[in-house]
């Protein structure tokens, strides 16, 4: 178990649960700055939902430490979060979360307090704005502690009218203010800090995450903004694509230039004269003039060095001076002189290439000049790099990650052979998102088969609405799908207009998430109908069919395709059936590596067999179990770890039994529940999004029906209403699609 790693339980990605933190040292010089001036307007701005989480460990009290800020002060709008020093206890027992508006002007800014954040421990602390009610939630270990109106009258002239305002003064930071070296974090680390944009990931209580975090959504205006502080050894790191500034000395390595704007690219930005001296900048070269002192006209940075580690500067300088034997130098700190380079190497008005070779600093400010009368009036530098040489890294506090947080996961936990263990993915209040593309099938109103494309969230319940239309009036095919498209294969058509009529062979998609039209996938090597479809979340396969004609039209072939790629279908195998014939109208569910078949039709009659197929194999289907009668034209759902089977018939009638299995073990089917109907069955695919398993349209081959139903996939009990199939369209051999097929992907 030496070797035991957890993959991503957030279900958004691939990462290593066991990234790190980044720490940030008791002084303003440490700190990160992300993007250009106004790139994050949006978190003071009140324009769009976002979300801010972090972890933090804080090991000393210090009053209103700040975690990150977009500015804000007495001349800029900005929001900052912070943690404040807990002043009911005398600042010895945490902090207290402090987010902080400010408009522009002294006294126009407000202010709310969350939950207690302790010292020397980890806490996760989550922000929540929305924007239609300017409300703004605080979040500490997973608990709401504050929720406050910032628009609300109460907050005077911080109300709406002052709101929307907007301002690109300061770039985004982490560690400090950007407008000052105040309010920086004094010895805290800073774990996986993610700001989404265009939503809000937690709407209510939670339990904190069990793993790195990764990037939420993908659309332009939709999306994760800012993801970092999730590498100990790397504090630029960041997962969308952005790049980090790391400021102050204990965040360089290798020759990376430790001194702000060394280029000079910011004119005399981060540098002071000394002793009198006058600075100014053009074309990237800084001059330093004397201006009467008789000691130091120095060119410094305060505060960027740290005592004891190790330096080099590099430079070209170039020296003013009458004659004499001038002293040129560079100091690392306090009162010696850790580099000098005397009169011999040097001609006034003669560039020289200086390097100081590897010196420990003494104090903490740089220097770089001339001093003790030498005679040098003016000097200019150019190309100043001062790196540290291997300064020395803080001891890994990892956040905790892997403990038991009390999260019940309901899915498959599985070991693979290297040594990966496989959590279900998504937190709780992650899982159970969801739509379910619903491709219409035979309607009652028309007398026909229909082009139709619906659509549900199945997370509420209600009617279909309207997605779009396939290019062929088609019904009882059959649907795979990954999490983001959606694929429908074969199926039947009337044998008038449109023609050809009869058995299809088709594929066409969808994109699950946008509305729209059918597009052109491919083609299946069959004629058929009664299909039934699994997927995992890249390859969906085609398992049996019925070509007509009667009992020898019945298919046992397996097709398999690529859900990202278009294209035709390729084999796969077979479908091994106990009779030896071909088979067809199974119900059908998926994990992300097994594909479950309930029942079908041999033809003259029907079956109760299950069988599975492990996806990512080609090779034909092996017997799981039995189903307690024969049944055919049944509905599959899935969590990944509970497969479900409804409804269906046996040619003599139909039946409204719910069954299900366990997925990745053998066995025959258990008692679930009832649909509310003895003459329902679904006659197509059914859709669940991990939590809810939804059964789509009915049918007693006299009459159909609109009806939508839903259960509960863990928990055993009768399906309960849904909504309808929209008016007009009463279908049976309808497809419930859905963005999250098999339960886990």
Partial sequence: MANLRTNNLCGEGGRSAYNGSVYFSNDAVDYLSVGSAGDHNYLHDGTEDYSAEFWIFPTRPNDRQTVFSTGGNSSSTGFAC??????????????????????????????????????????????????????????????????????????????????????????????????????????????????????????????????????????????????????????TQEATGKTISAHGGRFQTGNKNILLNGDFSQGTTGFIGDSGASISASNNIMTVTNGGGDNLYALRQDGCLRIGNTYRCTATVTPTFASGNPVFRVRFGGDAVSFTQQESTMSTGVAFRLDTGEKVADGTQFEIGSGDSSGITQFTVTDLVVTAINPPKEPKIIPPYGVDAGNTFGGAISMNSLSYMYFPTGRTEERGRGRAVLFQGLSDSGGGYTNNIDFIEITTLGNSMRFGDLGNYVGLGAAISSTTRGVFAGGSRPTVSPAPGGNQNFLEYVTIATTGNGQDFGGVSTLFRYGAGISNSTRGLICGAYQGGGASGTLNNIQYLTIATTGDTLDFGDMTNNSGSGIQGMGATSSTTRGITFGGGTGPSTVNEIHSIEIATLGNSVDFGDLSAANYLCQGVSNGTRGVVAGGDNLSGANNRIEYITIASTGNAQDFGDLSSISEFAGGTGGSNKIRGVFVGRGDWTATDNAISYITIATTGNAQDFGDIRTGLQNYGTNALPDSHGGLS
Wanted: proline fraction near 3%.
């Fill in 82 to 235: 912070r943690i404040m020093e807990d002043g009911a206890s005398g600042g010895s027992n945490g902090y207290k979360v402090l987010c902080q508006f400010s408009r522009g002007s002294s006294g126009n800014y407000l202010g709310f307090l969350g939950g207690t954040v302790d010292v020397d421990s980890w806490s996760h602390i989550a922000l929540q704005f929305t924007t239609s009610n300017k409300q703004l939630k605080i979040y500490v270990n997973g608990i709401l502690t504050n929720s406050s109106d910032l628009d609300g009258t109460a907050n005077g002239t911080f109300g709406s009218g002052n709101f929307s305002s907007s301002d690109s003064t300061y770039a985004f930071t982490i560690g400090k203010e950007p407008y000052g070296d105040t309010l920086f974090l004094d010895g805290a680390y800073i774990s996986n800090l993610r700001i989404c944009r265009g939503h809000i990931v937690y709407s209510s209580e939670f339990t904190p995450p069990t793993s790195s975090l990764t990037s939420h959504y993908i659309s332009e205006n939709d999306k994760t903004t800012i993801l970092c502080c999730q590498d100990s050894d790397d504090p």
